[in-house]
């Protein structure tokens, strides 16, 4: 049952957020990868009954967008209207992201909110004004330390190159205002320490303690050479740098200087998850702005590795085509969603291969899950006529059962809801349903079903409840990362008259025995994984 508002309100929300991406092009599998990710943790946490906010959006300042839009032979703000529109919100609408809101930095609601801040700041005293000379990567709109160049080879020989982008660093030399990030390396440090949960995974965390170490440098946080962007208030020949501006919107999406309420039951972030490109901004840069405004720092940084292809780091130049829209005409959008998290150990770098995606869709989707799923309805049917019969013969191999799923639901609450371990925390839920089907292997009701004494037919409606009533809580368990079969399975259990909707059932209670009440109408629905058409030759 869900959680009802009076108890809800006034707590804080579990609020999850995952980088605004830059519009200067579609979004590629792996923004999708992000985005499916805070959506399965924040559908999961909602049918904890928590109170939730799931927040993404756009980042549409700077020159990265300007030189794109240039390009293309349009404004700025038309290039990104029109990808916004037509590109990402569809994509994600597509993919059933259930996102509580979407901020796109041009909108006043944020402008006006990070020109407060930046004045703050500077008021306080800690932005100054100096000079900034080295380099910086358009590609990353990041200034980079010259240590970090590759030296450029063949058409690049002579330059220094963005160890990410491959490409030559352009030589900054301009007048610029300074965020005194240095002063806060020991607060920092401190952070880390006594949150040893701030960042993950582990290895992540060490890489930022030991920069963290080595020691701070003050942060350029403008840029005056062109003006696509947020102006400094006390000085328009200014633009913020866009990576002060995009970190803001964590907070000017929640209300901050504007809905005070809004702010206090939202902010900080309890996860914000990133790609591990952009860990440094999230776990050093942004911690340090909000504590030199003495605003909370968020729970938890997690960061997550790179989809991979050819061993590179997949990204807009060498996608070899695949777009995730590719994907889900093929293999249906829930398989999308859940494959990725199951394939790739959250945290780690994975490749995506279109062989890999079809194998485990064939045995662990069709195979065993929605083989199952038709099987049971389809018992159900020709031996008690679509009504769920009741267990009245319960025995040893009914109690594994039960013992099977609480540990599933046990280890997934845990590994998805807290670990954020998808894949661990699906492969639970997958293990139980490899046990149901052992079960009914074992159990063999096709051949029970031909005796009919009443000590069988006892036996045969104890086995098909046990299935079905697994079957229930495999639907609550997937609801987050696959809601649309999942809801067709809730549809084909009859489950709704009796327990109602599938996303009000909580995900901790899924284990608890004997939900499904005997009689429920149990019908043959839709095929939940139809078997793949022929592979796409590439
Ligand atoms: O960095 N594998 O935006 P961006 C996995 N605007 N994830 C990937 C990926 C890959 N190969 N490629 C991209 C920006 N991503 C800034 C963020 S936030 C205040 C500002 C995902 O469009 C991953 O989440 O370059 C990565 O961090 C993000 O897209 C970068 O998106």
């Known amino acids: 049952m869900a ?15 995952t980088p605004i991406y830059y519009v200067n092009d579609a979004p590629h599998l792996g923004h999708a990868y992000t985005t499916v990710a805070g959506d399965v943790l924040t559908r999961w946490h909602r049918q904890r009954g928590e109170k939730v906010w799931f927040l993404t959006g756009t980042d549409e300042h700077g020159q990265k967008i300007m030189r794109t839009a240039e390009a293309n032979g349009v404004s700025p703000q038309e290039w990104c209207d029109k990808l916004v529109e037509e590109a990402w919100k569809p994509l994600w609408e597509h993919l059933e992201i259930a996102n509580d809101d979407f901020i796109r930095t041009t909108q006043e609601r944020h402008t006006v909110r990070v020109q407060e801040f930046v004045q703050d700041l500077y008021d306080k005293g800690e932005i100054y004004k100096g000079e900034y000379e080295g380099p910086y990567c358009v590609g990353c709109e990041e200034y980079k330390s010259p240590g970090d160049l590759l030296d450029g080879e063949g058409e690049y020989a002579g330059e220094k190159l963005c160890p990410v982008h491959k490409k030559p660093v352009e030589s900054l030399k301009e007048e610029n205002y300074f965020f005194k990030l240095s002063e806060y390396g020991p607060k920092l440090l401190e952070h880390y320490e006594k949150h040893p949960e701030f960042i993950q995974p582990e290895s992540a965390r060490n890489e930022v303690v ?13 840029r005056s050479t062109f003006d696509w962007g947020v102006k400094i208030p006390w000085d328009d020949k200014h633009v913020i740098y866009v990576w002060v501006d995009a970190l803001l919107n964590y907070a000017t999406a ?32 942004w911690p340090a702005m909000l504590m030199a405004q003495g605003l909370p720092v968020p729970g938890r940084v997690a960061a997550h590795g790179w989809l991979m292809v050819g061993g590179e780091k997949m990204s807009k130049s060498n996608l070899t085509g695949i777009k995730p829209q590719d994907l889900t005409s093929h293999f249906g959008v829930d398989a999308y969603r859940w494959y990725f998290l199951r394939a790739i150990q959250f945290g780690q770098d994975g490749s995506f291969s279109w062989e890999d995606f079809s194998h485990r869709y064939t045995s662990e989707l069709a195979n065993d899950y929605g083989n199952l799923a038709s099987r049971v309805a389809a018992m159900v049917g020709k031996y008690f006529g679509g009504s769920l019969p009741e267990a009245t013969a319960d025995g040893e191999a009914e109690q594994a059962i039960k013992d099977g799923l609480a540990k599933a639901v046990a280890e997934a609450d845990r590994r998805i809801g807290d670990e954020l371990d998808f894949a661990g925390g699906i492969a639970a839920i997958f293990d139980f349903v490899k046990q149901v089907n052992g079960y009914l292997t074992e159990q063999e009701p096709w051949k029970v079903a031909k005796d009919s004494s009443d000590e069988a037919r006892a036996r045969l409606a104890t086995i098909l409840y046990t299935a079905a009533e697994s079957l229930r809580a495999c639907a609550v368990l ?8 999942s809801g067709l399975l809730w549809d084909s259990l009859g489950a709704e008259a009796s327990l109602g ?9 899924a284990g608890r025995w004997g939900q499904l009440p005997a009689g429920s109408t149990v019908t043959k629905g839709a095929v939940l994984f139809p078997r793949l058409e022929e592979p796409k030759s590439e």
């Open 478 to 485: 997937l609801n987050a990362v696959m809601p649309r079969t």
């Open 254 to 285: 929640v209300g901050y200087g504007s809905d005070q309420k809004k702010f206090e039951e939202t902010f900080p972030a309890d996860v914000h998850l990133v790609g591990k490109d952009i860990l440094r901004f999230h776990a050093v840069i």
């Open 210 to 222: 030991n920069i963290v170490r080595q020691g701070l440098e003050d942060l350029s946080i403008s």
């Open 501 to 509: 909707a599938l996303a009000d059932q909580h995900v901790q209670d």
């Open 3 to 17: 959680a009802t508002g009076t108890e809800q309100q006034g707590a804080k929300a579990f609020y999850v957020t």
